[in-house]
Nanobody
């Protein structure tokens, strides 16, 4: 099994930046990504990245967020710039194995003040 541990969340003012990191216990993963969930809302995809570096972003974060991956270190990062109050949520690291297993981190809180 794979264990995912997120870090880098915190409180930031609107327009500020944060960088989230996720460390995986194994490097036998196809797609990794970040999802977020605000209170009372569903968990939505923010950004994903394949082992080869192909990325996909939610329309709401395009141009502001950048996902990256270091396969040698078993890490995936999310650079968040120009943060808005509506970005406030718990951010979860996700990883999928080649056999279809789905793994989740415990989540890290991101709060953006007006």
């Amino acid at each position: 099994q794979v264990q995912l541990v997120e870090s880098g969340g915190g409180l930031v003012q609107a327009g500020g930046s944060l960088r989230l990191s996720c460390a995986a216990s194994r490097n036998i993963l196809s797609v990794m990504g970040w999802y977020r969930q605000a209170p009372g809302k569903q968990r939505d995809m923010v950004a994903t990245i394949t082992r080869g570096g192909n990325t996909n972003y939610a329309d709401s974060v395009k141009g502001r967020f950048t996902i990256s991956r270091d396969n040698a270190k078993n890490t995936v990062n999310l650079e968040m710039n120009g943060l808005k109050p509506e970005d406030t949520a718990v951010y979860y690291c996700n990883a999928k194995s080649l056999l279809g297993a789905d793994f989740w981190g415990q989540g890290t809180q991101v709060t953006v003040s007006s």
